[in-house]
């Protein structure tokens, strides 16, 4: 009996608790030459993803969804991520250039 109550009071107090889990607002991609760093991110929705160019020369994303503008060297350019999934993008200047983007 004293076991069950304990069972009940340990139930009831974890419910009073939210689980709080901070959600950044975006996830930085470095442009670098001949390639994405890092090459997969995993966001939850509502994550932005954050392109910064740190090459020496243009680049841009493809993606099944958007499309950056060409960025030159120190430019950045963010697209939030609304749908799940896994997606993959492409440099459309540089091929070989790929990464991953994993939405929950």
Same mark, same amino acid.
């Given at each position: &009996?004293?076991?069950? @109550?304990?069972?009940? +009071?340990?139930?009831?107090?974890? @419910?009073?608790?939210?689980?709080?889990?901070? +959600?950044?607002?975006? +996830?930085?991609?470095?442009?670098?030459?001949?390639?994405?760093?890092?090459?997969?991110?995993?966001? &939850?929705? !509502?994550? @932005?993803?954050?392109?910064?160019?740190?090459?020496?020369?243009?680049?841009?994303?493809?993606?099944?969804?958007?499309?950056?503008?060409?960025?030159?060297?120190?430019?950045?350019?963010?697209?939030? &991520? %609304?749908?799940? !999934?896994?997606?993959?993008?492409?440099?459309?200047? %540089?091929?070989?250039?790929?990464?991953?983007?994993?939405?929950?």
């Amino acid at each position: &009996m004293r076991n069950a @109550a304990l069972c009940v +009071v340990l139930l009831f107090c974890t @419910a009073c608790f939210e689980k709080i889990v901070e +959600v950044p607002d975006f +996830v930085e991609v470095q442009m670098t030459p001949g390639s994405f760093t890092p090459d997969t991110v995993r966001v &939850m929705k !509502g994550t @932005a993803i954050r392109w910064i160019n740190s090459d020496t020369v243009a680049h841009n994303t493809e993606g099944p969804f958007w499309a950056t503008p060409t960025l030159a060297p120190g430019r950045s350019f963010d697209e939030r &991520m %609304h749908h799940g !999934g896994p997606y993959e993008y492409r440099c459309t200047l %540089h091929s070989g250039e790929r990464g991953w983007i994993i939405v929950r």
